[in-house]
């Protein structure tokens, strides 16, 4: 008896663990990435950008590298995608001949010295490419997964379309030397299996970005980077700084092996035009951004082909109201379609960006002394799509997510009269919203919506569920009507997170004001 539960807690015990770790390497099934194991892998990434002038990741002046990695772990994302730049793999005079504190000397940042002799004396000596490594192993003794973004040729900040590494054939990049670098690294990273992937270029561009060369010149780094490690998920960007893949539409890219190919795309709000979301209602342009996005790229996703949202990102002062207004649309599109991402970026500051030295990073999550979080908000908007909501290996629950806040709705539990409030997504009991009928049940409760603005939203067992119906373009907004005919909508009451109803805000045309408070994603 003692030894069959014994047996049966040992297994019991394995099995729990096995949940807990991803087992490498990864690959793709339809549009998923797996583990080993068949489980569905959610890549919730921040971009560590290692690609400026002085080639070492940023912020190793300013924090231990171990404590990075260690609040990398702590803002709960699983991943990193590493900027770097081709030269580390094809010009051994840099890569191996200049140390850390050489690169930092030749560009007069003695404050960054100082930084790394006090913070990271360990790398202060190491030849450039030392040092890289150093930050990669770190990042994997903490459980970290690293993607390898080559992200241009020599050193420095990217992009624009005067770069002369800005597509295929420019002066400064010669594919054949491209493939070389990208082969070396991988092959430099085969025993590290925290390295999952490699993105082989960053936001082609420019005059000469049409597809043929594309087509052309991408299998070749493909054929490269799975030669130097056939374990390596692949990332393949689209022309026009990343921002379009329509024509994978009808041709396939043509590599010799199978299920490592991985899409990625690109998405900040300048791209929809600068100011423009501002200038626009939110609902109608969300509604009419999205179909451009998903022309452009995400329509790989019902194809069976994963993409990950490879940057995106804003401004997180809350200055930026066009760039406010895209993040609740994009964080929408991301929890309904389920995407794989990295956000643009941790940093933080930079050592150098185009001439500024400590220059800020208004979009990184990380504050310029690169141990606070910048912006708790914009965190915990994120923290809404890191996990993932369903996919092979893993139980799908229906939920009704907020994107403003990147929580759900939730049964109020320490209330004596039940009331609905946001709550972290998986925690939430599971909501069903059946459109048709109109009712939103959770827990075997529907919701009763009340009679008065402001009042909270109450679950109750009894047969007066409302019927909620969605309005306006992005179908987010759950309204229904007071028995004296108002049509009011669900709201957050920002004091507490409780749900409450309130007058439905710019449904359509009015630029004016935000609607995103009384967003809700049936998910
Ligand atoms: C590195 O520096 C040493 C000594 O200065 C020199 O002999 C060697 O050729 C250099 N190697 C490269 C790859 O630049
Ligand atoms: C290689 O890197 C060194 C050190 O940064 C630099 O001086 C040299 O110009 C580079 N060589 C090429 C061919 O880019
Ligand atoms: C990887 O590990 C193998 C076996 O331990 C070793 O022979 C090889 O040199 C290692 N490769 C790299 C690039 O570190
Ligand atoms: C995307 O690229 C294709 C192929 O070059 C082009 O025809 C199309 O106009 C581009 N789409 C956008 C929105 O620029
Ligand atoms: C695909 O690539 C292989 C080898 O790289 C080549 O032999 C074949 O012709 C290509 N197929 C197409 C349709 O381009
Ligand atoms: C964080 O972002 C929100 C939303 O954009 C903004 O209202 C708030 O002021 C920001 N907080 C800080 C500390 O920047």
Not at 143 to 172: E, K, Q, R
């Amino acid at each position: 008896m003692a030894r069959s539960i014994s047996f049966c807690c040992f297994f019991l015990f394995i099995s729990s663990i096995s949940k807990l770790t991803t087992s490498y390497p990864l690959s793709t099934k339809s549009r998923w990435i797996l583990d080993e194991k068949g489980q569905r892998v959610k890549l919730a990434c921040v971009n560590w950008p290692a690609h400026l002038l002085p080639a070492v990741a940023e912020g190793l002046s300013k924090q231990p590298l171990d404590s990075i990695s260690k609040k990398i772990v702590s803002m709960r994302f699983n991943c990193v995608r590493l900027t770097w730049p081709l030269d580390l793999m094809t010009n051994d005079t840099l890569a191996l001949n200049v140390t850390v504190k050489q690169s930092f000397e030749s560009l007069k940042l003695f404050e960054d010295v100082a930084g790394i002799q006090t913070h990271n004396p360990k790398i202060l000596n190491l030849p450039l490419l030392n040092a890289f490594q150093e930050v990669v192993s770190n990042l994997g003794q903490n459980g970290l997964m690293v993607i390898l973004d080559n992200h241009l040729t020599t050193p420095g900040w990217c992009c624009s379309d005067n770069d002369l590494d800005a597509f295929f054939g420019y002066p400064n990049f010669d594919p054949a030397e491209w493939a070389t670098g990208l082969k070396k690294m991988a092959t430099l990273f085969r025993n590290a299996t925290n390295v999952v992937g490699m993105s082989l270029r960053n936001e082609p561009r420019g005059t000469r970005d049409y597809p043929d060369l594309w087509f052309r010149f991408m299998p070749q780094g493909a054929e490269a980077v799975h030669a130097g490690n056939p374990k390596l998920l692949v990332i393949v960007s689209g022309i026009d700084y990343d921002t379009n893949l329509s024509f994978l539409r009808d041709r396939s890219i043509n590599v010799s092996f199978t299920d490592k190919i991985v899409f990625e795309l690109h998405w900040y709000s300048f791209t929809d035009g600068r100011g423009s979301w501002a200038k626009h209602n939110s609902n109608d342009f969300c509604v009419k951004i999205i179909e451009k996005v998903t022309r452009n790229g995400g329509f790989l996703l019902g194809r069976g082909l994963p993409l990950i949202l490879s940057e995106f990102g804003t401004d997180e002062s809350g200055a930026d109201m066009s760039g406010n207004r895209y993040m609740n649309c994009l964080v929408a599109w991301a929890a309904e379609n389920d995407l794989d991402w990295a956000v643009w970026a941790l940093a933080g500051d930079y050592y150098l960006r185009t001439g500024d030295t400590n220059m800020v990073e208004t979009y990184g999550v990380l504050d310029a002394n690169w141990i606070d979080v910048r912006n708790t908000s914009f965190l915990q908007q994120l923290s809404g799509i890191q996990l993932p909501f369903r996919g092979p290996g893993l139980q799908s629950k229906n939920l009704l997510f907020h994107p403003l806040t990147g929580l759900c709705i939730s049964n109020n539990p320490s209330a004596n009269s039940p009331t609905l409030r946001l709550g972290p997504c998986a925690k939430s009991e599971p909501s069903t919203y059946n459109p048709k009928e109109g009712n939103l049940w959770i827990n075997k409760m529907c919701v009763e919506a009340p009679n008065v603005v402001g009042q909270k939203v109450k679950l109750r067992v009894g047969t007066r569920c409302s019927k909620l119906g969605q309005i306006s373009a992005t179908k987010m907004h759950l309204s229904f009507k007071t028995s004296n005919g108002l049509l009011l909508c669900l709201d957050v009451d920002q004091r507490d997170n409780s749900i409450v109803a309130n007058p439905c805000k710019c449904l359509t045309r009015d630029a004016s004001c935000d609607p995103a408070s009384q967003w809700f994603k049936v998910l």
